[in-house]
């Protein structure tokens, strides 16, 4: 389950880590395993003075598929959600370092929102940012609810995740989701290349620089925990019992 994510401290970049999503033959979903690991990574980074910097990455053509639907039937059938995707976003819209994500493909679910957090995304021309929560009759997550209208406005906001609508990677540059858009052969070095500059910086003024931007995360912290409760609610409903079934039989 661990080889499920990567976590690497590149020789040429000792003050970078990397947090890698690495199920490519189920487009990167992340299963409750996965999502613990990484929990274990960013802490780990927020007590390490020499990691500055952590990077998300994921594998050719895919960043991230979004949860892994069998962990929601496993709840929805009367199994125990378990802490561990809380625990990740509360740790993520938490992490004292910047975080980085470079995209390349497929950007579904916390795909997605998951570059909320992110203090630069990097993403290629050919990524797709989809978040289909209400198709599935669930809600969103990650304290998107949150950010997205506080980034690109309520209605490009409403179309990602009320609609449901797929955006480009020019769209999400144009709502702000992201930073910049670049070819799928340069997203992962275009994306070390902007964490290294931040690493070379002085780690102490980039810190208070970047809590001035961010302000404190309760406000954050609390919509993540009303998402998840909703979220739990939504899971155990008949709505979403046959919008997943649906789901399954296409």
Same mark, same amino acid.
């Given at each position: ?7 690497? !401290? ?25 999502? &613990? ?134 769209q999400a540059k144009e709502a702000g989701l992201i930073w910049k858009v670049t070819t799928p052969d340069a997203v992962e070095a275009e994306t ?17 620089? !970047? ?18 409760? &909703? ?20």
């Amino acid at each position: 389950m661990t080889d499920h994510i990567l976590v690497e !401290r590149p020789e040429s970049a000792p003050h970078i880590q990397i947090i890698r999503f690495n199920r490519p033959d189920k487009k990167n979903a992340i299963t409750r395993g996965m999502y &613990q690991s990484m929990t274990a990574a960013l802490k780990a980074a927020d007590d390490a003075p020499d990691i500055r910097v952590n990077v998300f990455l994921g594998t050719e053509g895919c960043f991230s598929a979004g949860n892994d639907l069998a962990d929601f039937l496993a709840f929805a059938q009367g199994g125990s959600m378990g802490t561990e995707v809380v625990d990740f976003l509360v740790a993520l819209a938490s992490a004292r370092k910047p975080v980085v994500s470079g995209v390349d493909g497929l950007a579904i679910g916390i795909g997605t929102t998951l570059n909320l957090h992110c203090d630069l995304t990097v993403a290629s021309d050919r990524s797709l940012f989809k978040t289909p929560f209400v198709d599935l009759a669930l809600v969103p997550e990650a304290g998107s609810s949150l950010l997205a209208p506080r980034v690109m406005g309520h209605q490009r906001a409403f179309a990602l995740l009320a609609l449901g609508e797929g955006f480009s990677a020019a769209q999400a540059k144009e709502a702000g989701l992201i930073w910049k858009v670049t070819t799928p052969d340069a997203v992962e070095a275009e994306t070390l290349s902007l964490a290294a500059k931040l690493a070379a910086k002085p780690p102490e003024a980039l810190a208070i620089a !970047r809590n001035l931007m961010r302000g404190a995360p309760d406000a954050v912290l609390g919509r993540i925990r009303e998402e998840a409760e &909703q979220f739990a609610a939504r899971l155990k409903s008949a709505e979403a019992r046959a919008a997943f079934e649906a789901f399954m039989k296409r």
